[in-house]
């Protein structure tokens, strides 16, 4: 499978009887804003055993103490794996159900091999990236995993599987399969089940699919797994191995455990896997102000006001190269010629990116629609992007390489993937 980027692992889960509500948390990098959600996680977990006391959430990242935060990670860690918290399963991989306000999805648990991975943004590898990595966010983020035994994985990791063969066929006979963890989430996280995978005729199959799909790909530009969430992990994991690496025959490099990545796969035609474009909001910044910086980046542009916001977002979605600006309660299409690339996110990073280098306005970036129409009902100028296509994501991908940061998202926060699975990382 090593060929394939994608294997089986030897997977740790928490013994019987600890309450799993309690043990897997949300990713890291979700209610960064929010602190008082991780102050209530760390009141719910209390002294249980749980993935919480293993990682570091981001929202304190920035704040003073982050190192004794990471000492007392590594602590947990070497104390969960000396008193036998954990059971392991070797060889192994873990169907994974989750039901949320969304619907239910599945997924597969299983490693990545790092020396598949670039996340550079003209990479052509197997493993690639969906957004463009931020090189700074990755030195904090090592810092965590450098020195740590354990990987927790919420990186989301999506294929490109319309005929459903790679993790459908396990999800329709999961009750044959043994079941591993069955548990609600805690504050609104849904329910998630596992079932283990862990017999050759299985693991044959996920491999046979794999290979099916990947001999469909391009040898030169073979996009086969492509980052949902958790792209800056899996850089930052990519990151220490290198470093790694530098210290290891070749021999050695085979099967050292940090050359690998512990990361949930997900068919990106699962109907339970929901796609939302994420959309901006410029401030102090004038329409005339910034429409002639949009005209530095586009060589025609046609404006029309839209009858309706949703007559509005209905053109966007069928017209290539479009996007829709609210401001002062009316909404306006705008669609756009001669531009770089053909998505509209790119453009209006450009727009972005001159306005922020010549100190002319202020950006965020918004999740809904109502957010900011209500923003621009403040005299801000809301952008809202078009739906992220499922047919076309990957095709995008190997045209215009990745998207802009903070093009998409996958589904809500509460809808992240929670810590439940971990891996050893350092040879013992």
């Known amino acids: 499978m090593k060929d394939l980027g994608f294997s089986p692992a030897d997977i740790l889960l928490p013994q019987e009887g600890i309450d799993m509500e309690r043990w897997a948390v949300v990713a890291c990098d979700q209610y960064t804003s929010q602190k008082e959600y991780w102050e209530e996680a760390d009141r719910i977990v209390g002294d249980a055993p749980s993935t919480l006391r293993m990682i570091l959430p981001e929202c304190y990242l920035e704040e003073s103490g982050k190192e004794e935060r990471i000492k007392d990670v590594e602590k947990s860690m070497k104390s969960y794996l000396e008193t036998g918290v954990f059971r392991t399963f070797p060889d192994s991989y873990i169907l994974v159900k989750r039901d949320t306000e969304t619907g239910t999805r599945y997924g597969l648990v299983g490693k990545l091999d790092l020396e598949e991975y670039d996340y550079s943004a003209d990479s052509v590898s197997l493993i690639r990236a969906t957004e463009g990595t931020i090189l700074s966010r990755i030195p904090p983020r090592k810092e965590i995993r450098k020195n740590a035994l354990l990987e927790l994985p919420h990186i989301m990791v999506l294929i490109s599987d319309s005929r459903r063969s790679v993790i459908e066929p396990l999800a329709a006979r999961r009750e044959t399969l043994r079941k591993v963890y069955d548990s609600p989430l805690m504050l609104g996280g849904g329910q998630i089940t596992g079932y283990l995978v862990e017999s050759e005729q299985d693991k044959d199959a996920i491999r046979n699919a794999l290979s099916g799909i990947h001999a469909?790909?391009?040898?030169?530009?073979?996009?086969?797994?492509?980052?949902?969430?958790?792209?800056?992990?899996?850089?930052?994991?990519k990151s220490c191995w290198?470093?790694?690496?530098?210290?290891?025959?070749?021999?050695?490099?085979?099967n050292h455990p940090a050359r690998f990545a512990l990361v949930e796969i997900e068919n990106?035609?699962?109907p339970g896997l929901q796609f939302e474009p994420i959309h901006r909001a410029f401030f102090s910044i004038s329409l005339t102000a910034f429409e002639e910086i949009l005209s530095h980046h586009a060589g025609n542009i046609i404006k029309k006001e839209a009858k309706s916001l949703d007559d509005g977002i209905r053109t966007i979605n069928n017209t290539p190269r479009s996007f829709l600006l609210a401001y002062e309660g009316r909404c306006y299409t705008y669609s756009l010629e001669g531009t770089a690339r053909e998505m509209p996110a790119w453009t209006i990073q450009g727009v972005i990116d001159e306005m922020l280098e010549e100190k002319k306005g202020e950006v965020d970036y918004i999740h809904g629609t109502d957010t900011v129409i209500a923003l621009a009902g403040k005299s801000a100028i809301g952008i809202i992007l078009p739906d992220i296509s499922k047919e076309t994501f990957f095709q995008s991908i190997l045209r215009d390489k990745a998207f802009p940061r903070k093009t998409f998202s996958i589904g809500h926060a509460n809808?992240?993937?929670?810590?439940?699975?971990?891996?050893m990382i350092q040879r013992t």
Do not use: C, W
């Open 216 to 237: 469909t790909l391009d040898p030169k530009n073979p996009l086969l797994f492509a980052m949902g969430d958790g792209n800056h992990s899996l850089a930052s994991a």
């Open 242 to 254: 290198e470093d790694i690496k530098k210290g290891l025959s070749e021999k050695e490099q085979e």
């Open 415 to 423: 809808e992240k993937r929670y810590y439940v699975e971990a891996r």
């Open 268 to 270: 990106i035609f699962d």
